[in-house]
């Protein structure tokens, strides 16, 4: 058992998400740094399936009554076992009545911690991740609080490796000056030719409007073509009739301050979208926190699916790397 | 098919004039019509029902919305340039809609002018077009009726068809089975009320929804439903088969009750032993354009 002796600002169970239930208005929720996330999972030996904690700015202290493996990665944060501080990327052994804090963030936004066996909390259709607009998920959905206790699951997939770390060149990006790519498309059409140059050729600024919801960016605003609005739109010109949202659309409401959607994004509304942040990337972004700079970069779907396979690639470095570590 | 590189819009039109396009890597999203129609929406659920039928590995979401669709697919199963030639397919193959849909009518009944709407939406006149009317006063001026009774009989007058669940488990925009003409359109909150009541009847645009739990929202109050329309623990009986009360298709027929029926269908909810009156139907949008009121009255009979 682990004892949340304080929350942090907002902690929740994630695990990889909840796909297949857009058509019922449930987005996919998931840690928003899929990749700090499973490399969490990789140093401590857990299966990909097993659920994590996101910390959002300032983690949590956590007491435990067992002898675990733990791991905390993502956002650049002190972490100390008992008041003595110990190596983010990196898998260490805690004792039964030890206490783990996670500190504030110096940079990045959202730090995990995996235990060995994973964070154990009932599945809802399949997945462990918290989306507390519809409390469902984690702790009957809603972040951790002081006094909850956490069970520890057996979601084990890897020897225990206590000692192993994840090599610096592997680590995950923390936010500063981040370019995301985007791929163009969705109801671009509605944009003015000369706004996308604008977009993909300005620098914007994270704002601390973030949530696991989406974050809104400062910086060069857009305008719409100009048409007469068809049935069922509404007036502004940057209302459309209500479509679905991908995770990582971005969204421009009058058409000042872009919305990138994250994880925990309502699938659908009347804004007119103007592509999509590529998965790859997304990660860069639930990192990145005000007043961290953002430039987007135009990608073509190969471009997008080239993009993928290389991120999919370094988390398997990361893996080779730790089981050559467990042959010496 | 050609997919222009970075820079320039990524734009497939197909056959029957569709625009597709890539949503990064994994989404596919079909624009059928700008406009909102009801031929739109049931041309969007008989090819998203196509593409289900298909079972194609590797997508993860099919979610059809008002006259659009979005699918999601996992590229490690499937690469999603060829999952858009194979929907490129479905479009060219399958003309227009399916002559009818299956599905299902349900009896909403409704509180209409209920206290707690009211309550609600006059603490939040700052953030609203009208500064003294209630949500139902203003809807009904602004569509030309006279008097908040005819809105409610224009409400309750014709079924509403599920279009686009969305926001949130439960939630379901649907459209009115009416000619265009007769469509009850109301604008959204100027500033979103951080509060409406859960199963709050509400409009915005063209569009019905019912909240399903309380929370934010910015459609105009109109009443209050009797019956819940989630239940994302599947223990109570309705929501036994799904936890959502109206997926796609369904057919809403709100019906405006008073205090005393609103107050012993609550009851008989709470304790678990109201049964929704539904009945099924076959859809014919055919049937709907020759004698649109005729065709929404032998539907309401259906529950009587």
Same mark, same amino acid.
């Given at each position: 058992m682990i004892s949340v002796l304080a929350p942090g600002p907002h902690t929740t169970i994630q695990d990889s998400g909840r796909p297949g239930y857009y058509a019922m208005g449930l987005p996919p929720s998931g840690a928003l740094d899929q990749y700090a996330h499973a490399c969490a999972n990789v140093l401590v030996g857990n299966a990909e399936s097993a659920a994590t904690l996101e910390a959002t700015a300032a983690g949590p202290t956590l007491g435990f009554d067992q002898d675990v493996l733990v791991a905390v990665t993502g956002a650049d944060v002190d972490v100390t076992i008992d008041g003595r501080p110990v190596e983010t990327w990196a898998a260490h052994l805690i004792r039964a009545s030890q206490q783990l804090t996670v500190g504030l963030a110096r940079a990045g936004a959202r730090a995990y911690l995996a235990v060995r066996g994973g964070i154990d909390c009932p599945l809802f259709l399949g997945s462990r991740s918290?989306?507390? %607009? %519809?409390? @469902?998920?984690g702790l009957s959905g809603r972040p951790l609080v002081a006094g909850d206790t956490l069970r520890v699951g057996h979601e084990i997939a890897a020897p225990a490796r206590p000692g192993a770390r994840i090599d610096s060149r592997l680590r995950g990006r923390t936010g500063g000056e981040v370019t995301v790519r985007v791929v163009p498309g969705?109801?671009?059409?509605? *944009? %003015?030719a000369e706004s996308m140059e604008r977009f993909f050729g300005g620098t914007y600024t994270m704002t601390a409007r973030a949530d696991r919801i989406g974050c809104r960016l400062d910086g060069p605003s857009l305008t719409y073509v100009e048409r007469d609005? !068809? *049935?069922?739109?509404? +007036? +502004? !010109?940057?209302? @459309?009739v209500d479509l679905g949202y991908p995770v990582g659309s971005i969204q421009v409401p009058s058409g000042v301050e872009p919305i990138c959607l994250l994880? +925990? %994004? @309502?699938?659908g509304g009347g804004y007119a979208t103007l592509g999509t942040v590529i998965s790859a990337d997304l990660d860069l972004l639930a990192q990145a926190r005000a007043p961290d700079t953002v430039r987007f970069e135009p990608v073509s779907i190969d471009d997008a699916l080239a993009a993928r396979a290389a991120s999919r690639s370094r988390l398997r470095e990361v893996r080779t790397n730790l089981n050559l570590l467990s042959l010496f | 098919m050609t997919h222009a590189r970075g820079g320039s819009p990524a734009y497939t039109t197909f056959p029957d004039g569709s625009r597709a396009s890539f949503g990064g890597d994994e989404y596919i999203f079909v624009e059928l019509d700008e406009a909102m129609s009801i031929a739109a929406a049931l041309r969007a659920q008989s090819i998203t029902v196509r593409i289900t039928d298909l079972e194609l590995p590797g997508v993860l979401d099919i979610a059809p919305a008002n006259s659009s669709y979005l699918i999601r697919v996992d590229p490690e199963a499937i690469d999603p340039r060829r999952a858009l030639t194979t929907i490129a397919d479905v479009h060219a193959a399958g003309q227009t809609a399916a002559a009818t849909i299956s599905t299902e009518i349900l009896d909403v009944p409704v509180l209409y002018d209920d206290p707690w709407s009211t309550e609600v939406c006059m603490r939040f006149r700052d953030g609203h077009q009208s500064a003294t009317e209630t949500d139902l006063q203003f809807t009904a001026r602004i569509n030309g009726f006279v008097s908040v009774d005819e809105l409610v009989e224009a409400h309750s007058s014709a079924p509403f068809i599920v279009t686009f669940p969305c926001f949130k488990p439960g939630n379901a925009e649907s459209y009115q089975l009416v000619p265009r003409e007769r469509q009850i359109q109301a604008p959204k909150y100027l500033t979103p009320r951080t509060e409406t009541p859960a199963r709050a009847v509400a409009h915005g645009g063209a569009f019905t929804v019912?909240?399903? =739990?309380?929370g934010v929202g910015g459609y105009q109050l109109l009443g209050r439903s009797a019956i819940p329309v989630v239940d994302l623990s599947q223990t109570t009986r309705e929501f036994?088969? =799904?936890?959502?009360?109206?997926?796609?298709s369904t057919l809403l027929q709100f019906r405006p009750v008073d205090r005393a029926e609103y107050d012993e269908v609550r009851r008989l909810v709470d304790a678990d032993q109201y049964a929704v009156r539904r009945a099924p139907v076959e859809f014919s949008l055919s049937d709907f354009d020759e004698d649109p009121v005729g065709y929404a009255r032998s539907l309401k009979e259906l529950l009587s």
């Amino acid at each position: 058992m682990i004892s949340v002796l304080a929350p942090g600002p907002h902690t929740t169970i994630q695990d990889s998400g909840r796909p297949g239930y857009y058509a019922m208005g449930l987005p996919p929720s998931g840690a928003l740094d899929q990749y700090a996330h499973a490399c969490a999972n990789v140093l401590v030996g857990n299966a990909e399936s097993a659920a994590t904690l996101e910390a959002t700015a300032a983690g949590p202290t956590l007491g435990f009554d067992q002898d675990v493996l733990v791991a905390v990665t993502g956002a650049d944060v002190d972490v100390t076992i008992d008041g003595r501080p110990v190596e983010t990327w990196a898998a260490h052994l805690i004792r039964a009545s030890q206490q783990l804090t996670v500190g504030l963030a110096r940079a990045g936004a959202r730090a995990y911690l995996a235990v060995r066996g994973g964070i154990d909390c009932p599945l809802f259709l399949g997945s462990r991740s918290t989306y507390t %607009a %519809a409390a @469902v998920g984690g702790l009957s959905g809603r972040p951790l609080v002081a006094g909850d206790t956490l069970r520890v699951g057996h979601e084990i997939a890897a020897p225990a490796r206590p000692g192993a770390r994840i090599d610096s060149r592997l680590r995950g990006r923390t936010g500063g000056e981040v370019t995301v790519r985007v791929v163009p498309g969705l109801c671009n059409y509605r *944009f %003015a030719a000369e706004s996308m140059e604008r977009f993909f050729g300005g620098t914007y600024t994270m704002t601390a409007r973030a949530d696991r919801i989406g974050c809104r960016l400062d910086g060069p605003s857009l305008t719409y073509v100009e048409r007469d609005q !068809p *049935f069922g739109a509404g +007036d +502004d !010109p940057s209302n @459309v009739v209500d479509l679905g949202y991908p995770v990582g659309s971005i969204q421009v409401p009058s058409g000042v301050e872009p919305i990138c959607l994250l994880r +925990d %994004a @309502v699938t659908g509304g009347g804004y007119a979208t103007l592509g999509t942040v590529i998965s790859a990337d997304l990660d860069l972004l639930a990192q990145a926190r005000a007043p961290d700079t953002v430039r987007f970069e135009p990608v073509s779907i190969d471009d997008a699916l080239a993009a993928r396979a290389a991120s999919r690639s370094r988390l398997r470095e990361v893996r080779t790397n730790l089981n050559l570590l467990s042959l010496f | 098919m050609t997919h222009a590189r970075g820079g320039s819009p990524a734009y497939t039109t197909f056959p029957d004039g569709s625009r597709a396009s890539f949503g990064g890597d994994e989404y596919i999203f079909v624009e059928l019509d700008e406009a909102m129609s009801i031929a739109a929406a049931l041309r969007a659920q008989s090819i998203t029902v196509r593409i289900t039928d298909l079972e194609l590995p590797g997508v993860l979401d099919i979610a059809p919305a008002n006259s659009s669709y979005l699918i999601r697919v996992d590229p490690e199963a499937i690469d999603p340039r060829r999952a858009l030639t194979t929907i490129a397919d479905v479009h060219a193959a399958g003309q227009t809609a399916a002559a009818t849909i299956s599905t299902e009518i349900l009896d909403v009944p409704v509180l209409y002018d209920d206290p707690w709407s009211t309550e609600v939406c006059m603490r939040f006149r700052d953030g609203h077009q009208s500064a003294t009317e209630t949500d139902l006063q203003f809807t009904a001026r602004i569509n030309g009726f006279v008097s908040v009774d005819e809105l409610v009989e224009a409400h309750s007058s014709a079924p509403f068809i599920v279009t686009f669940p969305c926001f949130k488990p439960g939630n379901a925009e649907s459209y009115q089975l009416v000619p265009r003409e007769r469509q009850i359109q109301a604008p959204k909150y100027l500033t979103p009320r951080t509060e409406t009541p859960a199963r709050a009847v509400a409009h915005g645009g063209a569009f019905t929804v019912i909240y399903p =739990s309380s929370g934010v929202g910015g459609y105009q109050l109109l009443g209050r439903s009797a019956i819940p329309v989630v239940d994302l623990s599947q223990t109570t009986r309705e929501f036994r088969r =799904s936890p959502v009360l109206t997926p796609i298709s369904t057919l809403l027929q709100f019906r405006p009750v008073d205090r005393a029926e609103y107050d012993e269908v609550r009851r008989l909810v709470d304790a678990d032993q109201y049964a929704v009156r539904r009945a099924p139907v076959e859809f014919s949008l055919s049937d709907f354009d020759e004698d649109p009121v005729g065709y929404a009255r032998s539907l309401k009979e259906l529950l009587s």
